[in-house]
């Protein structure tokens, strides 16, 4: 296992003391295992709180601070966060306007934010929760039932906080949150296997000269694995995949996300290709991010998220952002 780390075993509470001191800008609650924006609660605003296994930064943590996240809760590799992280966060950035839970369709993610949720609501914590289920690739996986929450995660972070940020009631956030992923669809490609600490070796087999087609985030299977492709042809079927789910009738907000293990060099020369495809089917592309946002720890891929928008979501979209990971405008 040749890995950046100490030992397995503290890996995530490592990475957190690295991201505290790199960021003074958030609260880093090693030990709870909770990031907050150093000025939470902030008067006025609905709290924003998601969380997930860790291994795909810069989700979440990477996307905490004004204009998105109010606090993140990171669980062990590709782990649940458990309540406990929940109601902490909760409670750290409740200003009284209510808390919005972001939650990625993963089995554990939802019974144990749902059990939050409660808990937080008998603290007297007003709580909403919004599910994201944007990935096409599968109906059912290892993980869940329904569809995987994958990049569309991203956007409703982002639109949902930035509404957030302007004042907006838990009700508003809340049904921004809910047509961001409605409007969301998303379709991933693997070209290597992901090797987790624990395991120290890939946690499935893809031979050499091979890719799997609608992987998930966790390495869950996807639609069919083939000879290798050139960037062109994965485009066409990962595009065609999307948006013949999505069907938009208005201008995207487009998503090039890299695996982990993707260079920006690929990830670049694969966007030139998604845009093609996008201008073939009439398709117009408001914006475009390119970059690994939604990882899986060393697995080289790329996933592609379609987000259809309107004005008031593009003007969200442009509103400031400051987080580790995503800024512009302030």
Same mark, same amino acid.
């Given at each position: 296992?040749?890995?950046?780390?100490?030992?397995?075993? #503290?890996?995530?509470?490592d990475? *957190?003391r %690295?991201m =505290? &001191?790199?960021?003074? /800008?958030?609260k880093?609650? !090693?030990?709870n295992r909770?990031i907050?924006r150093r000025?939470?609660?902030?008067?006025?605003?609905v709290?924003l709180?998601?969380?997930?296994?860790?291994?795909?930064e810069?989700?979440?943590g990477?996307f905490?601070?004004p204009g998105?996240?109010s606090?993140a809760?990171?669980g062990?590799?590709?782990t649940s966060p458990?309540p406990d992280?929940?109601v902490r966060?909760?409670?750290?950035?409740d200003s009284g306007?209510?808390?919005?839970?972001v939650?990625k369709?993963?089995?554990?993610?939802?019974?144990?934010?749902?059990?939050?949720?409660e808990l937080a609501?008998?603290?007297?914590?007003?709580?909403?929760?919004v599910?994201?289920n944007?990935d096409v690739?599968?109906?059912?996986?290892?993980?869940?039932?329904?569809r995987?929450?994958?990049?569309? #995660?991203?956007?409703v972070?982002? *639109?949902? %906080?930035a =509404? &957030?940020?302007?004042? /907006?009631s838990l009700e508003r !956030?809340e049904?921004v949150?809910?047509?961001v992923?409605?409007s969301?669809?998303s379709?991933g490609?693997?070209?290597?296997a992901?090797t987790?600490?624990?395991?120290?070796s890939p946690?499935?087999?893809?031979?050499p000269?091979?890719l799997?087609?609608?992987?998930?985030i966790?390495?869950e299977?996807g639609r069919?694995r083939?000879a290798m492709?050139t960037?062109?042809?994965i485009?066409d079927?990962?595009v065609g995949?999307?948006?013949?789910?999505?069907?938009?009738?208005g201008?995207v907000i487009a998503l090039?996300n890299?695996?982990?293990?993707?260079p920006?060099l690929?990830?670049?020369?694969?966007?030139?290709?998604v845009q093609?495809?996008?201008?073939?089917?009439?398709?117009s592309?408001?914006?475009?991010?390119?970059?690994n946002?939604?990882t899986?720890l060393?697995?080289?891929?790329?996933?592609?998220?379609?987000?259809q928008?309107?004005?008031?979501l593009?003007?969200?979209?442009?509103?400031?952002v400051e987080?580790?990971?995503?800024?512009?405008?302030?």
């Amino acid at each position: 296992m040749r890995m950046l780390i100490n030992v397995p075993e #503290t890996v995530v509470d490592d990475a *957190l003391r %690295g991201m =505290a &001191a790199a960021h003074p /800008a958030l609260k880093v609650d !090693v030990a709870n295992r909770v990031i907050v924006r150093r000025d939470a609660p902030v008067n006025g605003n609905v709290g924003l709180v998601s969380g997930g296994g860790s291994g795909h930064e810069p989700l979440h943590g990477g996307f905490v601070g004004p204009g998105m996240l109010s606090a993140a809760c990171p669980g062990e590799v590709f782990t649940s966060p458990v309540p406990d992280q929940m109601v902490r966060a909760a409670a750290a950035v409740d200003s009284g306007k209510g808390v919005l839970f972001v939650v990625k369709n993963y089995t554990g993610d939802v019974l144990n934010f749902e059990m939050a949720a409660e808990l937080a609501e008998d603290e007297g914590i007003q709580v909403a929760k919004v599910l994201v289920n944007d990935d096409v690739a599968v109906t059912d996986s290892l993980f869940t039932a329904g569809r995987r929450g994958t990049g569309a #995660t991203l956007f409703v972070e982002k *639109l949902a %906080g930035a =509404a &957030a940020e302007e004042g /907006a009631s838990l009700e508003r !956030v809340e049904a921004v949150a809910r047509q961001v992923n409605d409007s969301s669809r998303s379709f991933g490609v693997a070209l290597s296997a992901v090797t987790t600490p624990a395991k120290g070796s890939p946690t499935f087999d893809l031979p050499p000269g091979e890719l799997e087609l609608g992987i998930g985030i966790h390495g869950e299977p996807g639609r069919e694995r083939r000879a290798m492709m050139t960037s062109r042809e994965i485009a066409d079927f990962a595009v065609g995949a999307v948006l013949e789910d999505l069907r938009p009738t208005g201008p995207v907000i487009a998503l090039v996300n890299g695996m982990g293990a993707t260079p920006l060099l690929e990830l670049y020369g694969f966007n030139a290709e998604v845009q093609r495809v996008l201008s073939e089917r009439g398709v117009s592309v408001a914006r475009t991010l390119v970059g690994n946002y939604v990882t899986s720890l060393d697995m080289a891929g790329c996933s592609v998220t379609l987000c259809q928008i309107d004005e008031e979501l593009l003007r969200l979209w442009d509103a400031p952002v400051e987080t580790a990971a995503l800024r512009w405008g302030r």
